[in-house]
């Protein structure tokens, strides 16, 4: 049972290069969601999809865009981009069902530098 | 002011010690999440809350919805437990998004 698994790990791209983190998880959720964790910031979520066809902006959405491929792949990508990306990003995912508590799991993270 | 705040912020204890973690937050949730995060590593879920205690091994949570605060207790300290922990808090109506709190960095010493 692999869980959330987030391609590639790690990633250095040139300014104005772009490129697509790719999320998958195997536990048959409905929801999932981009986060980047920066020094001194905490986890800041950029885009979810609450369940299957849907996507929202979170609170750092720019620069980013989404695709809820299908329910289990939850794609990130940056168009072009700029040293502010540098950071960890984590994939996560839930089965969140109003008004009841729920797990979240996450996947490794990748690890992109912008230079 | 952050919805969700930790402290401490650094944490340096000996192996054996009792260790406490605590964390705040400012809005009506449904559940609070305790996040570990080895260097480098991913985040594994700890705890989920929604009242009252957990405990598992060595780790034990607590959570106090009226004070909206929440403890996690290490017993017996070990070197392995080095790491970052988080809180999180997730709003009833929230999408299953999660506000995270800044993350306590513990070193544990032999």
């Known amino acids: 049972n692999a869980g959330v698994t987030q391609t590639p790990k790690f990633q250095v791209l040139k300014t104005g290069q772009s490129m697509t983190l790719q999320c998958a998880q195997d536990m048959n959720h409905n929801s999932m969601y981009w986060y980047r964790q920066d020094p001194g910031m905490g986890l800041r979520l950029i885009y979810y999809?609450?369940?299957?066809?849907?996507?929202d902006k979170g609170e750092v959405p720019n620069g980013y865009n989404v695709s809820r491929l299908n329910k289990r792949e939850f794609s990130l990508r940056l168009e072009s981009a700029a040293p502010s990306q540098t950071s960890v990003y984590f994939c996560?995912?839930?089965?969140?069902?109003?008004?009841?508590?729920?797990?979240?799991?996450f996947g490794q993270g990748t690890r992109l530098t912008v230079v | 002011k952050n919805e969700v705040e930790q402290s401490p912020q650094n944490l340096t204890a000996q192996e054996g010690e009792f260790i406490t973690i605590n964390c705040s937050y400012s809005v009506g949730i449904s559940a609070l999440h305790w996040l570990q995060q080895h260097p480098g590593g991913g985040i594994v879920s700890l705890f989920m809350?929604?009242?009252g205690k957990k405990k598992h091994g060595r780790l034990i949570a607590t959570i106090n919805i009226q004070e909206k605060h929440s403890s996690l207790h290490i017993t017996a300290s070990h070197p392995r437990d080095s790491a970052v922990y988080i809180c999180?808090?997730?709003?009833?109506?929230?999408?299953?998004?999660?506000?995270f709190g800044q993350g306590t960095i513990l070193t544990v010493h032999p």
């Open positions: 809350l929604s009242s």
């Open positions: 999809s609450a369940s299957e066809g849907t996507t």
């Open positions: 999180a808090v997730a709003g009833g109506t929230s999408y299953g998004k999660l506000t």
């Open positions: 996560a995912s839930s089965e969140w069902s109003y008004p009841f508590p729920f797990e979240a799991f």
